[in-house]
């Protein structure tokens, strides 16, 4: 049972250009989440979807586009990647409230 | 809207007792989380505490005051692996986890 899983670990983008960040889940649940952490700092959500179809913005969702056509597959578009994007990109799964997160591994990325 | 305070460092001795304190303000109350985080790595869950009171798992406990806004984990007989980051963090009804700013926790032997 892999659980979240995300792809690339690390990353480092020019400005300007573009990336997608991947995260797939096997456990079946409608609930994902993308949050981004700043070293030192907790996380933030940027995009989160009840279910394959649904997304909505979260705190930070400024510079990033998702998508869910499944309800495995959650995928991140960073666009015109800034210096400011630089950080820990998390992506996380959950079957309801009392069942809290899984999360993935992380993408560390660093624009330059 | 959901706001979550928590120390951000503390220091204690290998084998002691160190408690973790967390203040939160939300519109509805669905319940509290405590995730651990260890350097470089994802969270992991600890506890999610809905009732008030104190609930123990191991050397780790989690204690819940709902008309104080009001939440501390303790951790027992603290080991060097203990060392990590701890976030305090509360769903709101669209399950959407608000996280606090975490507090680093230091171990010294």
């Known amino acids: 049972n892999a659980g979240v899983t995300q792809t690339p670990k690390f990353r480092i983008l020019k400005i300007g250009q573009s990336m997608t960040l991947q995260c797939t889940q096997d456990?079946?649940?409608?609930?994902m989440y993308w949050y981004r952490q700043d070293p030192g700092m907790g996380l933030k959500l940027i995009y989160y979807?009840?279910?394959?179809?649904?997304?909505d913005k979260g705190e930070v969702p400024n510079g990033y586009n998702v998508s869910r056509s499944t309800t495995e597959d959650f995928p991140l578009r960073l666009e015109l990647a800034a210096p400011s994007q630089t950080s820990v990109y998390f992506c996380a799964s959950s079957s309801g409230t009392a069942y809290g997160y899984t999360f993935g591994s992380g993408t560390r990325l660093t624009v330059v | 809207g959901q706001n979550i305070d928590q120390p951000t460092e503390m220091t204690a001795t290998e084998g002691a007792i160190v408690q973790i304190n967390c203040t939160y303000q939300?519109?509805?109350?669905?319940?509290l989380f405590w995730y651990q985080q260890h350097a470089g790595e994802a969270p992991t869950f600890l506890s999610y505490?809905?009732?008030?009171g104190l609930e123990e798992k191991g050397r780790f406990s989690s204690f819940l005051s709902r008309s104080k806004g009001y939440s501390y984990l303790l951790l027992k007989e603290l080991q060097m692996k203990d060392s990590a980051s701890y976030l305090c963090a509360a769903p709101n009804a669209g399950n959407m986890l608000t996280f606090g700013g975490g507090t680093r926790l230091m171990v010294k032997p």
């Open positions: 979807s009840v279910g394959a179809g649904i997304t």
């Open positions: 505490n809905v009732l008030d």
């Open positions: 939300t519109s509805g109350f669905n319940g």
């Open positions: 456990m079946n649940h409608n609930y």
